[in-house]
């Protein structure tokens, strides 16, 4: 077994659809985060990206998509951003970890959403769920699930959407648009989310906006930009942009307009989401790992994601424990105690007004 590493550009159409037919022969990559579409795209932009092709003699088994940082710290492509992460090989391969960090030139990978079936993926690596919603089975079944387990929140939303309609204006829906206008304003709006929450702004990173516009623009049978919006009156509510393969729709960056915020824009526009993406063929939609509240209303399961390192014997290797681990384990203390991670959101939200204020 050897491997050839490569910038996403020198990849040949036989090595993508190499690694497609291996992503889509396995339900443990079916997430557009591992498809080769969106390593290529942010290749394009990010020089740090590699991949490693794993051969096992003239067989290709795996690829393992990384960027490759200073020291040899390697992490997932567009770190910090993406939903699921690791390999994506053939089932049954053995991989040799330490092996595959020796060959790529890492003393350390470091992950916070690696998917399951991985051979980096070892007993000491904290897991985390990851709520899904199931379309498997079609909308009705869906809806008959809400009713029974999330009742009084799928009737308020109903209602609230017929008030929404009755104070505003006509509901429109438009799923998978194109259009690079509406998705600005969705930006704008997360935009404002996260300073309101005291969070760090993503979009103030031109190469973020630009990875954007460029995944819209992608549109394939495979893997494609889905940019989803509703309207009252014409006017902008709520949307949402994420990616999907041919039967799973990652959730991304859902947003709504703060003016219409007490009729729970965000679950109206969820809501018909899935029901258009359960029409256009999607049977899972991953809302990603995160304790958020409309997650545990509208979620029918759980998929499990990883978060740890796999690092080689070295002083890069310790460098970054040092650098790295602890406040990954107060993270991780902190999002696993309900009063510890209201705390820490409340206290974000007031640094959020406060910036704002002192920004004006």
Same mark, same amino acid.
């Given at each position: 077994?050897?491997v050839?590493?490569?910038?996403?550009?020198e990849?040949?159409?036989?090595e993508v659809?190499?690694?497609?037919?291996l992503?889509?022969?396995?339900?443990a990559?079916?997430?557009?985060?591992?498809?080769?579409?969106f390593?290529l795209?942010?290749?394009e932009?990010r /020089?740090l990206?590699r991949?490693a092709?794993?051969?096992?003699g003239p067989?290709?088994?795996?690829?393992?998509?990384?960027?490759?940082?200073?020291l040899g710290?390697?992490k997932?492509?567009a770190a910090?951003?993406t939903?699921? !992460?690791g390999?994506v090989?053939?089932?049954?391969v053995?991989? /040799?970890?330490?092996?595959?960090?020796?060959?790529?030139?890492?003393?350390?990978y470091?992950?916070?959403?690696?998917v399951?079936?991985?051979?980096l993926l070892?007993a000491?690596?904290?897991?985390?769920?990851s709520?899904?919603? *199931?379309l498997r089975?079609?909308?009705h079944h869906y809806?008959?699930s809400?009713?029974?387990?999330?009742g009084?929140?799928y009737k308020?939303t109903?209602?609230?959407s017929?008030?929404?309609?009755?104070?505003a204006?006509?509901l429109?829906h438009d799923y998978?648009?194109?259009?690079?206008?509406?998705?600005?304003?969705l930006?704008?709006?997360?935009?404002?989310?996260?300073?309101?929450?005291?969070?760090a702004?993503?979009f103030?990173h031109?190469?973020?906006?630009?990875?954007?516009?460029?995944?819209?623009?992608?549109?394939? *049978?495979s893997f494609?930009?889905?940019?989803?919006?509703?309207?009252? /009156?014409d006017r902008?509510?709520a949307g949402h942009?994420?990616?999907?393969?041919r039967?799973?729709?990652a959730?991304w960056f859902p947003a709504?307009?703060?003016?219409?915020?007490?009729?729970?824009?965000g679950?109206?526009?969820?809501?018909a989401?899935?029901e258009?993406?359960?029409?256009a063929g999607i049977?899972?939609? /991953?809302?990603?790992r995160? !304790?958020?509240?409309?997650?545990?209303?509208?979620?029918?399961g759980e998929?499990?994601?990883?978060e740890?390192?796999?690092?080689?014997?070295g002083p890069a290797a310790g460098?970054?424990?040092?650098?790295?681990v602890p406040?990954?384990?107060t993270?991780?203390?902190?999002?696993?105690n309900p009063?510890?991670l209201?705390?820490?959101d409340k206290?974000?939200?007031?640094y959020?007004?406060?910036?704002?204020v002192? !920004?004006r």
């Open positions: 077994m050897h050839t590493l490569a910038l996403p550009r990849l040949g159409e036989a659809s190499r690694w497609r037919a992503q889509e022969a396995d339900t990559f079916d997430n557009p985060f591992l498809s080769p579409e390593t795209t942010v290749g932009l /020089d990206v991949v092709v794993i051969h096992d067989d290709i088994v795996g690829f393992f998509p990384f960027e490759r940082h200073p710290i390697g997932p492509v910090g951003l939903d699921a !992460q390999l090989h053939l089932k049954d053995h991989i /040799d970890p330490l092996w595959l960090l020796k060959e790529c030139g890492l003393a350390v470091e992950f916070d959403h690696l399951s079936g991985q051979p070892h000491r690596h904290e897991r985390h769920p709520p899904i919603i *199931d089975n079609g909308w809806t008959e809400l009713r029974r387990n999330s009084k929140t308020t109903l209602a609230k017929r008030k929404l309609q009755r104070d204006g006509p429109r998978a648009t194109t259009d690079l206008e509406p998705l600005r304003t930006l704008g709006w997360k935009t404002d989310q996260y300073r309101r929450t005291g969070r702004d993503r103030a031109p190469w973020i906006v630009e990875l954007v516009e460029r995944l819209l623009a992608t549109q394939s *049978d494609a930009g889905v940019l989803d919006m509703i309207y009252v /009156d902008p509510v942009f994420g990616l999907r393969t039967t799973t729709l959730g709504y307009d703060t003016h219409f915020a007490k009729y729970s824009p679950l109206i526009h969820h809501l989401m899935a258009r993406a359960s029409e049977e899972i939609i /991953d809302m990603g995160g !304790q958020k509240e409309y997650k545990d209303k509208l979620k029918t998929l499990e994601v990883a740890g390192r796999v690092a080689r014997i460098v970054h424990w040092v650098m790295r406040v990954r384990k993270r991780a203390t902190v999002m696993a009063l510890l209201k705390t820490a206290t974000l939200k007031t959020g007004r406060l910036r704002t002192l !920004q």
